[in-house]
């Protein structure tokens, strides 16, 4: 089995930073791309920002130049620095990877549960 967790969310108020990291445990063969999620009440998912194994980076315009994507140094961990945060950065934050878990499997989609952000004065 493969868990993704997140953690660094919370409460802050406008303006401020969170980082939030994603860990994945347990069957991991290769980690391709990570990205980063959110999920607005009342509004559907949408990407925040994505890094490939290679390191490129892409953000959802709304985020550029205050998000930042990282990778860790082991292959299953991301980051997600958040700056300048405004209230409509509110959202549940999700993690998810695309991997394998042997190097003959296909690749899937792996989803951690998600963590609370809530930027409110």
């Known amino acids: 089995q493969v868990h993704l967790v997140e953690s660094g969310g919370g409460l802050v108020q406008p303006g401020g930073s969170l980082r939030l990291s994603c860990v994945g445990s347990?069957?991991?063969?290769?980690?391709?791309?990570m990205r980063w999620y959110r999920q607005a009440p009342g509004k559907q998912r949408e990407l925040v920002a994505v890094?490939?194994?290679?390191?490129?980076?892409n953000y959802v315009d709304s985020v550029k130049g205050r998000f930042i994507i990282s990778r860790g140094s082991a292959e299953n961990t991301v980051y997600l620095q958040m700056n300048s945060l405004k209230p409509e950065d509110t959202a549940v934050y999700y993690c998810?990877?695309?991997?394998?878990?042997?190097?003959?499997?296909?690749?899937?989609?792996?989803w951690g549960q998600g963590t609370q952000v809530t930027v409110s004065s």
């Open positions: 998810n990877a695309e991997l394998r878990t042997a190097w003959w499997d296909r690749w899937g989609d792996y």
């Open positions: 347990g069957s991991i063969s290769s980690i391709n791309a």
């Open positions: 890094i490939t194994s290679g390191g490129t980076t």
